[in-house]
Nanobody, 114 residues
């Protein structure tokens, strides 16, 4: 059993910053990629950023230059630093951990007011 728990969401004004954290725990040999996805009301879930165990990153075009994903392998934790937030970043943000199987967190709400 693997648990994935996110934290750090909240309400922020446009232009502000938030930092999300996600920790995976349970029975697994190693975590391959960890990533952040988001889902806005009425829209499909989309990739925000992903990082491999070796540190290779990939970002959605809409967040490049504003968001930074990082990872602490020793803590099985991934972070998402979000700067210059825009109202269109408002969504529920989900963490995903790939341990051979894919596990999702419960999501954390990020709301950006204009």
């Amino acid at each position: 059993q693997v648990q994935v728990v996110e934290s750090g969401g909240g309400l922020v004004q446009a232009g502000g910053s938030l930092r999300l954290s996600c920790t995976a725990s349970g029975r697994f040999f190693r975590i391959n990629a960890m990533g952040w996805y988001r889902q806005a009301p009425g829209k499909q879930r989309e990739l925000v950023a992903v990082i491999t165990s070796g540190g290779t990153t990939n970002y959605a075009n809409s967040v490049k230059g504003r968001f930074t994903i990082s990872r602490d392998n020793a803590k099985n934790t991934v972070y998402l630093q979000m700067n210059s937030l825009k109202p269109e970043d408002t969504a529920v943000y989900y963490c995903n951990a790939d341990v051979g199987l894919s596990y999702w967190g419960q999501g954390t709400q990020v709301t950006v007011s204009s």
